[in-house]
């Protein structure tokens, strides 16, 4: 027996996970091994997980992950399709340029789809562990665009600078800086006496307030006039909780994933969750709450 689900105002964020592969191996990546056995994916049963998210939460976001979303472009046009306009929608990305990807592939799928994806947040690290495209590109996309940098184990922190004014460059650039999720628990998710990385970002850049939630959280930073955060959050998308109101207890969901077969399930692991699988019939019954996401601090 299910316990009943609650979620923000909107419902959860949908990752999509595409079925298909990456070319890369970046050490902190969990999800390499779910591509090693492809048996079993199917575009057609994720599209369909799709709509049935659309018909629950027509509001929710949905975020395209994998994988490389951008190493099959008519597999991703397939799914965008299946979005309507009331949801917004983000891409995880190394931005792949190859032989069978141009750049010009590239530009033109995202402006051919510049009214539906509200973002593109693109890996570059530290440490090379994937191919780069040409940093031009970013400057030519039609569509807002992050830098996502996980900062992993011993990175050289003397980087930092040159990293940062590497993109600072270009124009409507901001970075977040990720902590290592799956080092991330609620005893160090808004610990920041003894985390290594407020303190290197506190020596380059003013600090300018702190954001989060339950789950999740932000370290703001301005970098010479460009926005920096570092962002922390739990390996898992849900929690346990009673309603100190109706004394109901109940599953609060952040996320919840289409999976590369199209199975929908309500949590990125079973930490919290032993059968992870999403309950549909329950969800549809889903209680909204306000997002707690809001402003712990903020430094003018």
Not at 138 to 156: G, M, W
Not at 206 to 219: E, I, K, V
Not at 261 to 285: C, F, M, N, Q
């Amino acid at each position: 027996m299910h316990r009943p689900y609650k979620t923000r105002a909107g419902g959860c964020t949908v990752t999509v996970f595409v079925p298909y592969d990456c070319n890369n191996n970046c050490p902190f990546c969990v999800n390499k091994g779910e591509y090693a056995d492809m048996t079993g994916f199917s575009l057609e049963k994720i599209c369909e997980s799709i709509e049935v998210m659309d018909k629950i939460t027509p509001a929710c976001d949905f975020v395209f992950t994998g994988g490389e979303p951008f190493a099959n472009l008519d597999s991703l046009q397939i799914m965008l399709d299946k979005v309507p306009y009331t949801h917004h929608v983000y891409i995880n990305t190394t931005l792949p340029v190859s032989k069978t990807t141009t750049e010009e592939d590239i530009l033109a799928f995202t402006e051919k789809n510049k009214d539906k994806i509200s973002c593109i947040n693109v890996s570059r690290h530290m440490q090379h562990y994937v191919v780069e495209s040409n940093d031009e590109l970013l400057a030519k996309l039609p569509v807002p665009f992050r830098i996502n940098c996980v900062l992993y184990q011993d990175y050289p922190v003397e980087g930092l600078i040159p990293f940062i004014e590497r993109f600072k460059k270009i124009p409507g650039s901001n970075i977040q800086f990720r902590f290592d999720y799956t080092a991330t628990t609620p005893e160090n998710l808004y610990d920041s006496e003894h985390d290594k990385i407020v303190h290197d970002l506190n020596k380059i850049g003013r600090y300018t307030g702190l954001d989060g939630c339950r789950m999740r959280c932000g370290f703001h930073y301005d970098y010479h006039g460009m926005e920096m955060v570092y962002h922390k959050t739990l390996p898992y998308s849900c929690i346990v909780e009673e309603d100190p109101k109706d004394r109901i207890t109940y599953n609060i969901l952040y996320d919840i994933l289409i999976k590369q077969t199209g199975e929908i399930h309500a949590d990125w692991s079973d930490a919290v969750l032993k059968d992870v699988r999403l309950d549909i019939p329950a969800y549809r019954h889903v209680v909204f709450e306000p997002y707690d996401l809001h402003w712990i601090e903020k430094v003018e």
